[in-house]
């Protein structure tokens, strides 16, 4: 018998009985039907399924579903409130940070979890930040613009 | 991959041990899970059971001993190491590999007793542990033991770890007054384990020389090693530049790196010359404080 989770994800609570070796990737995707999360290498490697658990950045294509029970998971599709884009989001679009769009949501986690963290990072820090994300369109350089532009216009302060 | 029949998390290292012992090589431990669940994926493993070891008491987290050592649970995560106050006071070396690992979210999930159960070429913090001098202590079901990092590694991907083990405890001896040191990685790309990696202590005598230094290599062979030859070279001698020369050249002729996809033994030769070079003029020019580091 499959055991009880509770997954908190975007704030909403889900109770779902999750096969033990499901990983989080799958049952965002498949159960939860929450796409944002992207499925690539599967390996840790680029980053494309990055979300938020308890505010840091993971793979959640390394992560089993049943030890994330009870933690805060945060996605892309929790990111905008009250119909409004979060200022990453924006500064993603405005800068032209997105191309294909594969890496976005992932990229867009970790650059919130590093703003979180440190709110004024140089574009050293934002690389690092950023280095568990690749992006095969863009080259980056607009990507950490935009990251920069938000940690500019926080000066300082969380969103 | 085939289904997992069931998640436990035991409340007891004995518990764990017996059903480790119980369902020998049917249940494997789950830490961080950043190498397990792609072994699972990939079929390279099938267990039946998953154990997670964090109801334990004492799994995670960071502490320092009653003779001043520094006792690391193994479920603290390489963040939780790299942040560390207390890491940083004493044991900076071990804080700098545990920030050169990976990438953030491989830090953010990745464990010290996940990484030392995944014994990888290339692991960053296990070359800082061969320098601070380490030892790991494992839990089965016929008892406890503790061994020195550098016996604890068998070969490539191998490890004395028994399938009815577990890691309970990385244990760090308080380093001498006035030791410094440095970690220096060497990779291609910003996620890569390291093709070299070099981590030195060294405790000064108070007259200019060495009286006592370590060296740990990662990357070059299966398991970290220590430069026995380049330490021998500098124990109670200055380090000049021809100390230097002769300890790193002495370095690159003991360690017989190996090749594979990432390097060449050749090219891996190279790197450590250059780098045990650079790790030991590095602490000539000075840097203070216990087992304070350097960036390359
Ligand atoms: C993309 C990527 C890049 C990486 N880069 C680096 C790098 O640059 N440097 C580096 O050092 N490492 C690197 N790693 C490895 C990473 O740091 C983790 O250390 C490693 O993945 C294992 O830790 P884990 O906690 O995830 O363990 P898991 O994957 O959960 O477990 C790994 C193995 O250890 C066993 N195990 C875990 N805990 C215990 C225990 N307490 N007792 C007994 N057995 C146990 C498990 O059964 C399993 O066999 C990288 C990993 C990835 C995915
Ligand atoms: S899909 Fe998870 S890191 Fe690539
Ligand atoms: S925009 Fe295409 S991968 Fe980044």
Redesign the interface.
Known sequence: MN?EVTLRVNGRRYELQV???R?LLDVLRDELRLTGARRGC????C?AC?VL?DG????A????A??AGGREIQTIEGLASNGKLHPLQRAFIEEGAVQCGYCTPGMIL?AK??LDENPAPGPEEIR??I???LCRCTGYVKIIRAIQTVAQAKGGGRP | MRAVIEYVEPGTVEEAVGFLASHRGAAKVVAGGQSLLVLLRQRLLEPEYLLGLDRIPGMRGIAEGAGGELVIGPLTTHREIAASPLVRKGWALLAEAAEQVGSPPVRNAGTIGGNLGFPMIGADPPVALVALGARISLAGPRGTRTVAVEEFYRGYMESVLEPDEIITQVALPPQPAGTRGTYLKYRLRGIDRALVAVAVTLTPDGRGSCKEIRIGLGGVRPAPVRALQAEAILRRARLTEETISRAAQAAVEEVEPVSDLSGSAEYRKKLVKVFVTRALRQLAAGGSGVGRVHES
């Not at chain 1, 840091?56 to 793979?59: F, G, L, S, W």
């Not at chain 1, 294509?61 to 089993?64: K, M, S, V």
Request: proline share 7%; glycine share 14%.
């Open positions: 055991p096969r033990p070796d990983l599967e390996t840790g490697y980053g990055t658990l840091q950045a993971v793979h294509c390394c992560l089993l049943v030890r970790s979890a590093l690092q930040g280095s568990g994300n």
